[in-house]
């Protein structure tokens, strides 16, 4: 199996993204080699793991996630939206995931940031990276390069990444100037002569968000090494192994007949 997968913002079409459940379904299937996941910051200075800046759409909460503190976020409820199954499900702050998870899979850390909202995630999510040792697991990536240049300036220890859905000639130089390493690109922005570009320069890159196989078979042909981010790990792993999918179909069909 080619083309490692990560589990956007965990395994989110079985769970509740963001939640600790989404990302655990995604760390104990034995073939996900990353997790992404979205941090901000509550109204005093915690970072907490959600990827909308307002509460509406995945809790019964209202208004801008930075206009809580982490203990009023911590008492919605971030699941029944997506099941009665998950009712009850809190907004995981950072350190939950780091304690749990650090150190022992790839996290993908996205800071929700323009430059101007959230003063300080940079440091924020800096320290709690180091408190709890995940420095060599972890890449933080952001759509905005100050964030990533500011990063690089506190730390030397910790990969960044640029998040951005489009391409411009300068992208190389642009990561090179910053010192990162690390490409997440809408993936209908990608061709031959982009990847070997960026094979060239060294930027380990992924390719998001592909929920369709056979777009993440088309994708996953232009270089075996590309990252493929998509809700539906399980897509992936058919796309990737197409003798999974026929196994499967087999097993029910066999069912069927006893």
């Not at 930075?66 to 699941?79: P, Y």
């Not at 940079?122 to 709890?132: C, D, M, N, P």
């Amino acid at each position: 199996m080619r083309n490692p997968c990560v589990a956007h913002r965990g395994w989110s079409s079985r769970a509740p993204e963001n939640t600790m459940s989404a990302i655990r379904l995604a760390f104990e299937a034995p073939d996900i080699d990353w997790i992404e996941i979205d941090v901000q910051l509550s109204k005093d200075g915690v970072p907490v793991v959600i990827h909308d800046y307002t509460l509406r759409r995945t809790t019964n909460g209202r208004g801008e996630v930075r206009k809580w503190t982490a203990a009023e976020l911590a008492s919605l409820d971030a699941g029944n939206w997506f099941s009665q199954k998950y009712q009850g499900e809190a907004i995981p702050t950072l350190d939950t995931v780091l304690k749990e998870y650090g150190g022992r899979c790839k996290l993908n850390i996205e800071l929700k940031t323009d430059g101007i909202r959230y003063p300080m995630i940079e440091e924020k999510v800096l320290e709690r990276i180091y408190a709890y040792g995940a420095t060599k697991d972890v890449v933080l990536t952001s759509f905005h390069m100050g964030t990533l240049g500011r990063i690089r300036k506190l730390s030397k220890g910790i990969r960044t990444g640029l998040i951005l859905d489009g391409w411009r000639n300068t992208l190389t130089r642009e990561l090179a100037e910053i010192e990162s390493d690390f490409l997440s690109i809408g993936y209908s922005r990608l061709n031959k002569a982009r990847i070997e570009e960026l094979q060239e320069a060294r930027i380990e890159t992924m390719a998001w968000t592909i929920n369709d196989k056979k777009a993440i078979r088309n994708t996953a042909t232009l270089d075996p090494n590309l990252l493929i981010c998509t809700n539906y790990p399980d897509r992936w792993r058919e796309a990737m192994n197409p003798n999974v999918a026929w196994r499967t179909f087999s097993g029910l069909l066999d069912k069927f007949r006893k």
